[in-house]
């Protein structure tokens, strides 16, 4: 890497590996011309993560087939957002294979690789862009080298294309047929360049998903569709409030004899029930009799975490004698349960386990559960299987926990499945948190900008992906370590507000949370362009212009004029609507985002059957410069997914706590943004860069279409929201039963079971 981060044509080390047939993988350690960040330089998590990962960057290798076909496997996890497509086009570009001819699995977790399994931060083409391009340009050599021996003719002489080798002859030999010859029976050290950016035919092209087809089709394998023998049904019986535990089950035996019913056994989460079909464990779980411990939030609201958080709230010091805007937001709870219900596979022997499932921390995962069963991580085998959807719940691996807790107790392989209740009031969610900003000002300038931001505690006890770290971030000072590495590396200031600080307090730790997609910087890139919105109105100046002239940078500015242009920034609007824009920046990558608003009362009480009625989002135009996309098309689709969830921490999506539990149980009264809620006008661009490499963008799309949501509605009503998302207050909330159902209780028909021992 040059000082700029971009990929010069210098060389790049690597290795032949000792195999039957090639195998090649990057440099164990940077080059000699290449400097490892000091910790002034690491400038944002992506910068962490990916100088925790480069020590076993070489461990991961690429390897060519006697087929003609090349595998890798990736070891990271995809859960959607298309990484093994953006994976297969950088080893097709520098292999010069067509892109169905490259496969990529996903690597079972492997401790050796340390930091470099975690699926997390928009990393994971940031940190694997270039080894992975490395080993490929490997084994590129190797061949050539092969076909120059099998064809009579110097190495310079020859092309290599769609995998076929061919001399200026007209000879020509397939990759296929040079896998054996081309291998290696000792490791060695070899240097390459890579595919100059000017030369590329496939990474920066649009390209559809690898397994778009299968997807669409029911072909694609996820967790639940694989077959394990013996491995049967399992679902928990939850306690009712939230990481309640069991006091006593007085129908075992009656529940044991259940049709179907193989087992019945506890567990630390629970009662776990294994059946012949999933409906008849729903049976059996409707069935138990379980009186409850209390649980860790037991009598909680969130009126009463409300309170907590204002005194845990750090201050923002003496007011100054210049004006000032100031402002308190607060942001509720939301789930974080993926589309793909958590579940799991699990098959434990006296001495070796094995278990499936979509994991995002494998390594941990692995070393977690090795400990749970008693048994030495070697011994404990951890497939990584794809997931549908997570951003970052599936960091978490609960359901691969109690799938091998039930194997083992039971003596028999399982296939754990959570309902979608025991997800949205057990699983985990984005933590309660609030924001207060005061920002000073005088004449034409912005002096000060001070954020406080306080937050239910965000659980980050997956670490960076291995047990040290994780059991690091479990310690009363370590959890309080990571929480502030990851808030200050991920948040920036972008904006020329004078003397700027961004502080965070994190309180109680009774609550499953998890780094929900974008983390901190939904809520904290809301609130400060709630503010900046009343700084410009303050200062007289248009909240589009105001923005461009105090962002600190033309990549900025640019994406922040790309979409006032395209969106018709200010152009006239009926009354009861209104545009709204936001600008946010996070991992090397800027965005911002236009949109209009619908808040007329005809809108906002519109009937809408099973659903909420309230404002209407009617445009979006998003912005995104990531450097190199190294797949515009996956790059888009990440956008709009982004959008969907920037509309719905404004408008509609939030859980409510109360004595307790969530009420929420599913997707029918967690209301996500629907197609009858969704902008009919959404256009995404993606901005040409002239950088040879990627920044992060998995994250990216949420939290500049949040704040432009929120921007707009203040605009259109005449009153800056202060609570999201906005309708959570006044959202007219019918609990419904959960699947399986609860037995009323004497409270509020929603407790599984009586609480109390």
């Not at 050290?189 to 690898?210: A, D």
């Not at 179907?260 to 464990?281: L, P």
């Not at 009503?717 to 959960?738: Q, V």
């Amino acid at each position: 890497m040059n000082d700029s981060g971009a990929i010069g044509r210098r060389r790049f080390l690597g290795y032949v590996l000792a195999a039957p047939t090639l195998v090649a993988a990057a440099e164990l350690a940077p080059p000699p011309d290449a400097k490892l960040p000091s910790a002034g330089q690491l400038l944002d998590l992506n910068d962490l993560m990916t100088a925790a990962a480069l020590p076993t960057s070489g461990l991961i290798s690429v390897e060519v087939h006697a087929d003609g076909t090349v595998s890798f496997a990736l070891p990271r996890a995809e859960v959607g957002q298309g990484i093994t497509t953006s994976t297969a086009m950088l080893i097709a570009e520098e292999l010069a294979l067509p892109l169905e001819r490259v496969r990529v699995t996903l690597a079972d977790a492997r401790p050796e690789l340390l930091f470099n399994q975690l699926t997390g931060g928009s990393n994971t083409t940031f940190a694997t862009y270039t080894p992975i391009r490395v080993a490929a340009a490997i084994a590129r050599r190797r061949l050539l080298e092969a076909a120059a021996t099998e064809l009579g003719s110097p190495v310079t002489g020859l092309t290599l294309k769609a995998g076929v080798i061919t001399d200026r002859a007209g000879g020509s030999v397939g990759i296929g047929a040079l896998a054996a010859k081309a291998a290696s029976s000792r490791t060695r050290q070899v240097s390459v360049q890579l595919v100059p950016r000017e030369s590329f035919t496939v990474i920066g092209r649009p390209h559809n998903r690898i397994d778009a087809l299968d997807a669409v089709t029911g072909r694609k394998k996820f967790a639940m569709d694989l077959n394990v023998p013996g491995a049967k049904p399992v679902m928990v019986c939850r306690a009712p409030t939230i990481n309640g535990r069991v006091g006593a089950v007085a129908n075992l035996a009656a529940v044991r004899a259940m049709p179907g019913v193989t087992d019945v056994v506890v567990i630390s989460t629970g009662v776990a029930v294994r059946a012949e079909t999933f409906g008849q464990c729903i049976d059996a779980v409707r069935a138990l009799s379980v009186s409850w411990r209390p649980g860790s939030a037991a009598g909680k609201s969130d009126q009463s975490v409300l309170r907590a958080l204002e005194a845990a709230e750090l201050p923002l010091g003496i007011r100054p004698p210049t004006p000032v805007v100031e402002g308190r937001f607060t942001f509720a709870f939301r789930g974080n349960s993926a589309l793909e219900p958590n579940c799991a596979i699990a098959d434990v022997r006296a001495d070796r386990a094995e278990v499936w499932s979509a994991l995002k921390s494998p390594i941990v995962a692995q070393q977690t559960i090795a400990a749970k069963l008693g048994l030495p991580v070697g011994r404990v085998t951890v497939h990584v299987c794809e997931g549908g959807g997570s951003f970052g719940r599936k960091l978490f691996f609960d359901a691969a926990l109690e799938a091998a807790e039930v194997s083992q107790k039971i003596g028999k392989p399982v296939k754990l499945m959570w309902h979608r209740a025991d997800d949205s009031r057990q699983g985990r969610v984005h933590p309660m948190a609030t924001s207060r900003v005061r920002a000073a000002y005088l004449g034409g300038a912005v002096l000060s900008y001070q954020q406080r931001h306080t937050s239910v505690s965000t659980d980050l006890s997956h670490g960076l992906g291995e047990i040290i770290t994780a059991l690091a971030a479990r310690l009363p000072v370590g959890d309080i370590g990571f929480s502030q590495t990851f808030f200050h590396l991920s948040q920036e200031m972008s904006y020329n507000f004078g003397i700027a600080s961004q502080l965070l307090s994190e309180t109680d730790k009774s609550f499953n949370t998890g780094s929900m997609r974008n983390v901190y910087s939904p809520d904290v890139t809301c609130a400060r362009e709630l503010i900046v919105d009343q700084l410009a109105a303050r200062m007289g100046k248009d909240a589009y212009r105001f923005r461009r002239d105090f962002l600190s940078d033309d990549r900025s500015r640019a994406v922040l004029a790309k979409v006032a242009e395209e969106g018709g920034w200010g152009r006239p609007m009926a009354a009861g609507t209104a545009q709204g824009i936001a600008f946010h920046a996070e991992y090397k990558a800027v965005s911002a985002c236009l949109v209009e608003i619908d808040c007329r009362p005809e809108t906002v009480n519109r009937p809408i059957r099973d659903g909420v009625t309230g404002p209407r989002v009617t445009k979006v135009v998003f912005a995104v410069d990531v450097g190199l996309a190294v797949n515009p098309r996956g790059l888009e689709a990440q956008m709009m997914g982004g959008v969907m969830d920037g509309i719905a921490l404004a408008l509609t999506s939030s859980l409510h706590l109360r004595d307790g539990y969530f009420l929420e149980a599913s997707w029918d009264n967690y209301f996500y943004t629907r197609q009858w809620n969704s902008p009919p006008d959404l256009r995404i661009i993606v901005m040409p860069s002239t950088s040879d490499h990627p920044g992060g963008a998995g994250e990216l799309g949420v939290a500049a279409s949040m704040a432009a949501v929120a921007c707009a509605y203040g605009r259109a009503t005449g009153t800056m929201p202060t609570s999201f998302p906005i309708n959570h207050a006044t959202l007219s909330f019918t609990p419904k039963p959960t699947v399986p159902p609860i037995p009323p209780s004497p409270t509020d028909g929603l407790n599984r079971g009586a609480p109390g021992a």
